[in-house]
């Protein structure tokens, strides 16, 4: 079973990335898929959810109209698109797929600073 996240780096405020996390070794199209992040000496919380077939998704407030979840099961990728990003917005980021087990990612740094 694998995640593996892409797609971080630097990135000035007010601007945009996109996560990737492709998945391997399970049934993608069965998993609940969210992103988390974890800012620098706090600790991990969610970001993002995204149901089975991704008609369903849910936010946390503070990303709310600015980050948006999406998955293509053909691709067994789930994605995070990033938007008017802010400096409390740096952390590592990580995606967990949820089912009967759990798995994480390693996780890709995300760094929004001037």
């Known amino acids: 079973v694998q995640l593996v996240e892409s797609g971080g780096g630097l990135v000035q405020p007010g601007g945009s990335l996109r996560l990737s996390c492709a998945a391997s070794?399970?049934?993608?199209?069965?998993?609940?898929m969210r992103w988390y992040r974890q800012p620098p000496g706090k600790e991990r919380e969610l970001v993002a959810a995204?149901?089975?077939?991704?008609?369903?998704?849910d936010y946390a407030d503070y990303v709310k109209d600015r980050f948006t979840i999406s998955r293509d099961n053909a691709k067994n990728t789930v994605y995070l698109q990033m938007n008017s990003l802010r400096p409390e917005d740096t952390a590592v980021y990580y995606c967990?797929?949820?089912?009967?087990?759990?798995?994480w990612g390693q996780g890709t740094q995300v760094t929004v600073s001037s």
């Open positions: 995204i149901g089975r077939t991704g008609g369903s998704t």
């Open positions: 070794g399970f049934t993608f199209s069965s998993y609940i």
């Open positions: 967990y797929a949820q089912h009967f087990r759990n798995y």
